[in-house]
Each structure stands twice: as C-alpha cells, then as structure tokens.
C-alpha cells in the first residue's frame, strides 16, 4: 500500500515559522490532491489547506496569508510551510493524499502526524 511519512514539527516561539514535509511512497499510480490537516486537543479535526496536482491551492480562512502549500510532483512530496506562528496553531498536523493505486481505483491515504507546539 502507499505510505505517507510526515518530518518537521516541533517546538517554536510565537511569530516563528515552521515547515513540515511529507513524502508518499509505495504503489503509486498517479496523487491527486493532496492535504494538510490539524487536530488540537479536544478539538474537531480542521483542513488547512489543500493543494491539486497542477498546483491549485486553497486555505481555511485564518491560515491564507501565513500558511503556503506546495508540492513536487516528481518526488511525491508536498509541503507546509507556516509563518507567524500563535498559540493557537498548537496541533497534531496530518498530510493527506488522493492517490491512485491502479488505473481505476483511487484511496485516501494519511500521514502518522507530526506534532506542532508554539509557546508563548
């Protein structure tokens, strides 16, 4: 099956930036949009942003402006990269992927999760 693996979370200050990465790897067919969600505690889980395979992005509303999206087809990779961190960023961020595993059936992959922490 296809694996996605998430890298770059950890502990910054307030107004820091921070840039997580996931990589899918496996039996790929082709991926199709790929996401990045968030899950703080107690909290329902949020999109944060998405991003197709021609690279058209979208955001949730209080993330556009300081959160970038990306991707690289050719590697499987796709990126996060958040600025002006608040507390309020504090959460677990997962990646998620369309991906087609043969010519006709796509699945939805996750990453394991990659913990986000701002202090204030």
């Known amino acids: 099956q296809v694996h996605l693996v998430e890298s770059g979370g950890g502990l910054v200050q307030a107004g820091g930036s921070l840039r997580l990465s996931c990589v899918a790897s496996?039996?790929?067919?082709?991926?199709?949009?790929m996401a990045w969600y968030r899950q703080a505690p107690g909290k329902q889980r949020e999109l944060v942003a998405t991003i197709t395979s021609g690279g058209i992005t979208t955001y949730a509303d209080s993330m556009e402006g300081r959160f970038g999206i990306s991707r690289d087809n050719a590697k499987n990779t796709v990126w996060l990269q958040m600025d002006s961190l608040t507390a309020e960023d504090t959460a677990v961020y997962y990646c998620?992927?369309?991906?087609?595993?043969?010519?006709?059936?796509?699945?939805?992959?996750w990453g394991q999760g990659t913990q986000v922490t701002v202090s204030s």
């Open positions: 496996g039996f790929i067919y082709k991926i199709n949009n």
């Open positions: 998620n992927a369309a991906v087609q595993v043969s010519r006709n059936y796509e699945y939805t992959y």
